[in-house]
């Protein structure tokens, strides 16, 4: 049986590391890749195949699509986009250049990359495209407008190619985590700094009371309901293993529960519940 193969992004640490090491042990070939070259480096240590792709370069996209490619003698198992940051803060404080950042980072830049291999999918009759979205990409939160619209987007996408796709064997799937163990948090903290002045803001206060002592937590105290990124992985696993993979794949009790205020409750009482940082 020849050896499946999947592209796997985000992959420095977190949900893109830990499915680059159980895919390998599963017996995928795996190119796992990283924003920054330092990152791949180590990862080569480690016994993947690791090359360098930005999703806010879209040089290095085009460089590591075509490099997969050469490797693989033009075929492509699967693609697994993963790898996203949030900019905390309030929706009017986030500037014209801010949003523009992340969504290269969290859309286009996924998009493009998406783009450049359905055509290989499509001619070798087959594919699994698997989107890495959110818990916050179907429900809103306080503080997070900016990742929230980048998901949403997400998920719009991926749901009008899941049917443009569906008479070509390409499968496409949502895996939508909520609190899962990895850097996140303190990713966030970087882009935070870099685009919000919050002490200029008319929420000073809030921002002060509230998302700085949750943003800055350094007790190591863990959400209720965090699980590690295995959790992800297995279900990346049904995505790509199973004849029949799902639309969307739910993780952590709180996506579930979201699922259901969402469906079942009117927007103003979802808003109340939903309110909480």
């Not at 990283?34 to 080569?44: F, G, I, P, T, V």
Request: aromatic fraction near 8%.
């Amino acid at each position: 049986m020849t050896q499946k193969t999947i592209l796997i992004t985000g992959c420095s640490s977190g949900i893109g590391y830990d499915a680059a090491h159980a895919l390998v042990g599963r017996g995928w070939r795996v190119f796992a890749t990283c924003r920054q070259e330092a990152d791949c480096k180590r990862l080569r240590g480690e016994g993947l195949e690791s090359l360098r792709l930005d999703y806010e370069d879209e040089t290095s996209i085009a460089a590591a699509a075509d490099e997969v490619l050469e490797r693989t003698g033009g075929t492509l198992d699967a693609l697994f986009n993963n790898g996203a940051y949030a900019i905390p803060g309030a929706v009017e404080d986030l500037s014209r250049n801010a949003l523009r950042a992340i969504f290269e980072a969290n859309l286009f830049g996924w998009q493009d990359l998406t783009n450049r291999l359905i055509p290989v999918m499509r001619q070798q009759g087959h594919g699994r495209i698997v989107q890495c979205s959110s818990v916050l990409g179907f429900i809103p939160m306080q503080w997070r407008g900016a990742y929230v619209a980048t998901k949403y987007a997400l998920e719009g996408l991926s749901d009008v190619m899941r049917m443009e796709l569906r008479d070509t064997g390409i499968h496409v799937a949502l895996i939508e985590p909520g609190p899962i163990a990895t850097d996140f948090r303190r990713n966030a903290r970087k882009q935070f700094e870099r685009w919000i002045r919050w002490e200029e803001s008319a929420l000073a206060d809030l921002y002060r009371n509230r998302l700085l002592k949750r943003l800055y937590d350094e007790s190591g105290q863990k959400d209720r309901f965090e699980l590690p990124p295995s959790a992800v992985t297995r279900k990346l696993v049904h995505a790509l293993e199973s004849p029949r993979p799902h639309p969307r794949y739910f993780v952590t009790t709180p996506t579930y529960v979201a699922n259901l205020i969402r469906r079942l409750l009117p927007t103003r009482l979802s808003d109340m519940i939903l309110s909480g940082d």
